[in-house]
T-cell receptor, first 111, second 114 residues
Framework: RKEVEQDPGPFNVPEGATVAFNCTYS??????FFWYRQDCRKEPKLLMS???SGNEDGRFTAQLNRASQYISLLIRDSKLSDSATYLC????????????FGTGTLLAVQP | DTGVSQNPRHKITKRGQNVTFRCDPI?????LYWYRQTLGQGPEFLTY????????KSRLLSDRFSAERPKGSFSTLEIQRTEQGDSAMYLC????????????FGSGTRLTVV
């Protein structure tokens, strides 16, 4: 079983739509949680952290449910520029602090 | 440019050849990571350096792969006797702290083995 699982999509949505991505992680010792965005053939870039209390950054809302080992990302009022792959990421902390990535969910916002 | 720099951007090589990639991290970052990303997958961790010490290697890093970070500055990743399955994007990242904050990725080196 993969450590971080995501629906690969693609999610094809019209501009202005609200779209939600989900992710599950297998290791209950996971300490930190993030969403990254990756444009085609580019490097991944940090979008936002995810906290149990939920956090919002403009049109983006992230939520963590530790009991269910579940992470979500909600995008409201989708823009064409939101089209990208969204990667769910966890870390276990420790000396290495490597990032464990999901496979990513592809979002295509249609005009 | 104060970002993470990777060279070359693209590399096409014949199966069986050796290739070497270079990563120049952000100068004040003591942590350096290599990841590999294949089509349709997220990046996978390969190895980690803290300063010049290689502190962790993934089991993905077969004996054909070797990474170095002499003097704790730039790093190189060498693949010997390349195979078609090595075709991927090789990403380098550097960081000065724990957590994803301060974690900066380079643009990657795209390797195609023909």
């Amino acid at each position: 079983r993969k450590e971080v699982e995501q629906d690969p999509g693609p999610f094809n949505v019209p501009e202005g739509a609200t779209v939600a991505f989900n992710c599950t992680y297998s290791n209950s010792a996971s300490q930190s949680f993030f969403w990254y965005r990756q444009d085609c053939r580019k490097e991944p870039k940090l979008l936002m952290s995810v906290y149990s209390s939920g956090n919002e950054d403009g049109r983006f809302t992230a939520q963590l449910n530790r009991a269910s080992q579940y992470i979500s990302l909600l995008i409201r009022d989708s823009k064409l520029s939101d089209s990208a792959t969204y990667l769910c990421v966890v870390t276990f902390g420790g000396a290495t602090n490597k990032l464990i990535f999901g496979t990513g969910t592809l979002l295509a916002v249609q005009p | 440019d104060t970002g993470v720099s990777q060279n070359p951007r693209h590399k096409i090589t014949k199966r069986g050849q050796n290739v070497t990639f270079r990563c120049d991290p952000i100068s004040e970052h003591n942590r350096l990571y290599w990841y590999r990303q294949t089509l349709g997958q997220g990046p996978e961790f390969l190895t980690y350096f803290q300063n010049e010490a290689q502190l962790e290697k993934s089991r993905l890093l077969s004996d054909r792969f070797s990474a170095e970070r002499p003097k704790g500055s730039f790093s190189t990743l060498e693949i010997q006797r390349t195979e078609q399955g090595d075709s991927a994007m090789y990403l380098c990242a550097s960081s000065y702290r724990t957590g994803a904050y301060g974690y900066t990725f380079g643009s990657g080196t795209r390797l195609t083995v023909v």
